[in-house]
């Protein structure tokens, strides 16, 4: 076999370095137009001129609304989020669940005159939380739908806090401020177990059932919960798992909680509870799964790895982390992780949202494999991943 005529070493050196060079151009060519294309975009956008032009224009009147909209929409977002506390705070939606209303008798029984009343309940029903017929008020359908979300609510009052820690956001980004929510979850710290205890009984049902209803429990024999609160997950996940064995690791005070209220529920030869710090504590063994369930996100990376590392050591060969939280970057839900969390938890003082692919890195960086995402139907509540301690 003959072989064909080659080009010397240097002249092939010669023309990758010069294919090199022409992706290097490429590239950057196209990097500086797409930076002339966003400049003249950014121009063009705040000329008061070309904004007037839009909302008139038939082909761009709908995009100019929508767009102003929504920016009206963040100015006034305050606004909105204090209609809502304020129809959790006097009870509208339980009232009015028991059939429409006048303003007169809303206002009578909150205690409020008629006029404010009104403003309010208008208020609400721009909302979509109320509807308004016939100068009477009942439910709307996101009043209808927060009433079957109880841990929306109870999520409502404790803005109350978040609110102050973040009304001088500025303050609060430069580190001058003492942020009340730092001192609220006991993992920081300080805080009482009971509040605590509270709001994550409160949320967890939502949650709860996004996790049944994606991951199947039948192969497992023990669950063990880690930062698992008053247990409420798992008094839940004895009803619909009674072959499994439950275990539950939290701060001491809050254990205490959780093991009064396993009692109470009959759980006692099912369900154990451990008190510790995971940090100091190693977690107790024994369980072939075990669920990190709206943990991992408030510990920065180095705590939050040193748990995974301590979650993996607790396993069996072949045992499976389930994990669940609200997820940075998940699609159609970009600014719950990137916004609310990023403020929520710059406010407490630990923590981040994170994206899948980070998540996935920490988990490798922890020793697990078989990492799988599993879908939930509502991925802005929680995402579900699944991953295996091979070792």
């Known amino acids: 076999m003959t072989q064909g005529p080659t080009l010397p070493i240097s002249a092939r050196a010669a023309e990758t370095s010069a294919a090199q060079i022409n992706k290097s151009f490429l590239r950057a060519f196209f990097q500086k137009s797409a930076s002339v294309r966003l400049a003249w975009r950014d121009r063009l956008l705040a000329s008061a ?73 208008n208020a609400a029903a721009s909302l979509r939380l109320l509807e308004v017929s016939e100068s009477c008020y009942r439910l709307g359908p996101l009043g209808a739908a927060l009433r079957g979300n109880p841990g929306i609510a109870a999520m409502v009052a404790h803005h109350r806090m978040f609110y102050a820690d973040i009304a001088n956001p500025v303050a609060l980004l430069r580190g001058e401020t003492t942020p009340s929510l730092a001192s609220f979850w006991p993992y920081r710290g300080g805080g009482d177990a009971a509040g605590y205890s509270a709001i994550m009984a409160e949320s967890q049902p939502m949650i709860a059932a996004e996790i049944w209803a994606a991951y199947n429990f039948s192969r497992h ?103 669940a939280e609200p997820m940075a970057g998940t699609k159609g839900a970009e600014p719950i992780g990137a916004a609310y969390f990023g403020f929520y938890l710059l406010a407490m003082g630990s923590g981040k949202a994170r994206t899948q692919a980070e998540i996935d890195f920490m988990l490798r960086e922890a020793g697990f494999s078989d990492i799988r995402h599993i879908p939930t139907s509502q991925p802005m509540l929680t995402n579900l991943l699944t991953c295996v301690n091979k070792s």
Request: with cysteine; aromatic share 6%.
């Open 221 to 323: 024999k023990c669950v063990l919960d880690v930062g698992g609160g008053d247990g409420s997950f798992l008094r839940r996940l004895a009803r619909k798992a009674p072959h499994l064995h439950l275990k539950l690791f939290d701060l001491p005070p809050v254990a205490a909680q959780a093991t009064q209220k396993f009692a109470l529920a009959g759980l006692t030869a099912r369900a154990t509870a451990y008190g510790g710090n995971f940090a100091q504590t190693p977690l107790p063994t024994g369980a072939d799964l075990i669920t990190l369930i709206r943990v991992l996100h408030d510990h920065d990376d180095h705590r939050a790895l040193a748990l995974l590392k301590s979650v993996r050591l607790a396993l069996p060969p072949g045992g499976v982390l389930l994990l």
């Open 49 to 121: 001129k070309f904004q007037l032009w839009a909302a008139k224009f038939p082909l761009t009147r709908r995009i100019a609304r929508r767009e102003a909209r929504a920016l009206f929409d963040i100015c006034a977002g305050f606004v909105y989020a204090q209609t809502l506390q304020a129809c959790i705070e006097l009870g509208l939606f339980e009232i009015l669940a028991t059939g429409p209303l006048d303003a007169e008798t809303l206002a009578a029984r909150s205690k409020i005159s008629t006029a404010p009343m009104r403003m309010l309940l």
